[in-house]
């Protein structure tokens, strides 16, 4: 099993919609959990961050964290074209562990369709 | 630009040959993180430095890498006798040592190794 999951896609929404991206995680221990975003051939960008269960909302964005199903998400409100990039799944272990070094997923390829 | 910089942005390189990449932190973040990536996957980690001390390396960094940070400021990656396997994306990023685990990811640098 893979530390972090994520399905690769595509997940293609049209514009306007509500676009869902799920991941799920391994470590019960991990603590902190974050989003990337990465457009093709650059690097990747932080989106958001959360560390209690519950949702966070960030403008567009609302990240959902869910620890005892070990499973979190990104929503992205009224998407846009210019959100069309592949989405990053990050984990970080215990807190106070040596490093808080990142664990990624594969990443799940979102096409938004004008 | 206050960001990380990776230099160079990109490098081709024969088979057996050496490369070094360098990669300039945020000025006051004292941690430091190298990650690679290959087409189609999330980043993986390679090694980290707090300060001028190398505190893990991952399993993936066989003999051949070496990473240094000299006065705990800027960073370098060398790989010696490069391999068609090296081929991918080096990712440097950066955080400060506090309650936030939040790292901030550089340009990259390309590698293609011929």
């Known amino acids: 099993q893979k530390e972090v999951e994520q399905n690769s896609g595509p997940l293609s929404v049209p514009e306007g919609a509500i676009a869902s991206l799920n991941c799920t995680y391994s470590?019960?221990?991990?603590?902190?959990f974050f989003w990337y975003r990465q457009y093709s051939g650059k690097s990747p960008e932080l989106i958001m961050f959360?560390?209690?269960?519950g949702d966070k909302e960030d403008g567009r964005f609302t990240a959902q964290l869910n620890k005892a199903s070990q499973y979190v998400s990104l929503l992205i409100r009224d998407s846009q074209p210019s959100d069309s990039a592949t989405y990053l799944c990050?984990?970080?272990?215990?807190?106070?562990?040596?490093?808080?070094?990142?664990?990624f997923g594969t990443g799940t390829l979102l096409a938004v369709q004008p | 630009d206050t960001g990380v910089s990776q230099d160079p942005r990109h490098k081709i390189t024969k088979r057996g040959q050496n490369v070094t990449f360098r990669c300039d932190p945020i000025?006051?973040?004292?941690?430091l993180y190298w990650y690679r990536q290959t087409l189609g996957q999330g980043p993986e980690f390679l090694t980290y430095f707090q300060n001028e001390a190398q505190l893990e390396k991952s399993r993936l960094l066989s003999d051949r890498f070496s990473a240094e940070r000299p006065k705990g400021s800027f960073s370098t990656l060398e790989i010696q006798r490069t391999e068609q396997g090296d081929s991918a994306m080096y990712l440097c990023a950066s955080n400060l040592d506090t309650r936030t685990d939040t790292q901030y990811f550089g340009p990259g640098t390309r590698l293609t190794v011929l």
């Open positions: 470590d019960r221990g991990s603590q902190s």
């Open positions: 959360i560390y209690s269960n």
């Open positions: 990050a984990v970080t272990g215990p807190y106070g562990g040596a490093t808080n070094k990142l664990i």
């Open positions: 000025s006051e973040h004292n941690r």
